[in-house]
Every structure is written in C-alpha cells, then in structure tokens.
C-alpha cells in the first residue's frame, strides 16, 4: 500500500466550479500535512497546510481527519488559472516529506 | 524571492558520464536537505536524505554508489549521478525546511542520451 494514496483524475471542470480532492494516508503517526500545487514542469509549491479544526484561504478550504487518516481540499469558484497538479504532501517527522501521486486538474472555460 | 536555488536548471548528457548537481538554500542554514526524483506524469519519490557533516540517508532501491550525494556545507548539497543511462532520465528536486516549511528548488531536468 502506498503511503499516500490520492486519486489521480484527470478532473476536467467548467470555469466556477466546486471540486473536492481525496486523500490518504497509511502512517498514523504523520505530523504535519499540506497541499501542494505543481505546475506543469515545476517545483511543487505550498498552497496550504491541513489542519484538524480545518483551514480555509479564499476559495480553498482543507480539512484533516486523523481517526480516518484522511485530507480532503476543496476548491470554489474555480478559475482558469487553477489548473495544475495538486499533491497530497505528508510529513512523517524531520522534513521526511511523502508525496501522493498528484491529482490533476483541469479547469476550462 | 527564491529561498531554494538548483544548478543546472537542464543537463543533456551522454550514457555513461557523471553530472552533478547542485543545491543551495539562500540566505539560510540547511542541516538537512531532501533529493526527490519525478519521473513524467508520477509524483515525487524521495530518493535521499542530505545529512550535513555526515552520510546521506537513501531509501530503499536508490543506490547510493550511483547516486552520490555530498553536503559539505550548511547551505550546499550536490548530487552527482555516476555512470548515468538513459533510464535516468528524469526531474531531479531538492528541498529544505525553513521555519517548519519545505521549500523546494527550482528542480534540474537531465536526459541522458
């Protein structure tokens, strides 16, 4: 079993769309839990932490489940520019970063 | 601004020869760094951990007498790839945590003809 599971889409969705992603993870030890987003060709880059109380940033709202093992992002409104690959990232402890295999999106006018 | 910077951002070279690359964190300390391998449409795999002062970290199926890896200082690690082949083609990432935060670089692309 990998140690982030996520599903890998494509999802193509109209412009002002809501879209949900799944993720899980197996080590229920894991500290510390993000979203990335990767651009085409890209370095992942850190779009929000996940926390248990659940954290929203505009359009994006994140929501961590530690008895089930499960993050969930949800984007509103979406937007052209949303487009991209979106990583469940897990922390297993010390900057030991594990990385789902990416979900990705595609949002279309 | 940057905070992770990587060179080369691209290496084309021939089966066989070694390449390195390098990976600095700008404007702070990195005792540890993190090499990750993406391979086309796959996500991150961590291939190692950078340990300065001391001897990398591999996970398991990552070679380290190909993958040799070097952080003599706290803001620099490379990674040079020995012998490479075809097969090692790929996205070569490196990061650092900064006040609880991975920062990644910019990411080198080698294709070995």
């Known amino acids: 079993r990998k140690e982030v599971e996520q599903d890998p889409g494509p999802f193509n969705v109209p412009e002002g769309a809501t879209v949900a992603f799944n993720c899980t993870y197996s080590?229920?030890?894991?500290?510390?839990f993000f979203w990335y987003r990767q651009d085409c060709r890209k370095e992942p880059k850190l779009l929000m932490s996940?926390?248990?109380s659940g954290n929203e940033d505009g359009r994006f709202t994140a929501q961590l489940n530690r008895a089930s093992q499960y993050i969930s992002l949800l984007i509103r409104d979406s937007k052209l520019s949303d487009s991209a690959t979106y990583l469940c990232?897990?922390?297993?402890?010390?900057?030991?970063?594990?990385f789902g295999a990416g979900t990705r999106l595609t949002v279309k006018p | 601004g940057a905070v992770v910077s990587q060179h080369p951002s691209r290496v084309i070279c021939k089966s066989g020869t070694s390449v390195k690359i390098e990976c600095r964190s700008l404007?702070?300390?990195?005792?540890?760094m993190f090499w990750y391998r993406q391979f086309p449409k796959q996500s991150l795999m961590l291939m190692a951990t950078?340990?300065?002062?001391?001897?990398?970290?591999?996970e398991q199926g990552v070679e380290k007498d190909k993958f040799l890896i070097n952080h003599a200082s706290l803001t620099l690690s490379t990674l040079t790839v020995t012998s490479a082949h075809p097969e090692d083609s790929s996205f070569y990432i490196c990061?650092?945590?900064?006040?609880?935060?991975?920062?990644f670089g910019p990411g080198t692309r080698l294709t070995v003809l």
């Open positions: 990061s650092a945590n900064r006040d609880h935060e991975q920062f």
């Open positions: 080590n229920s030890a894991s500290q510390s």
């Open positions: 996940v926390y248990s």
């Open positions: 990232v897990v922390n297993k402890g010390s900057g030991d970063m594990r």
């Open positions: 404007d702070f300390q990195a005792t540890t």
């Open positions: 950078s340990n300065e002062g001391s001897k990398a970290t591999y």
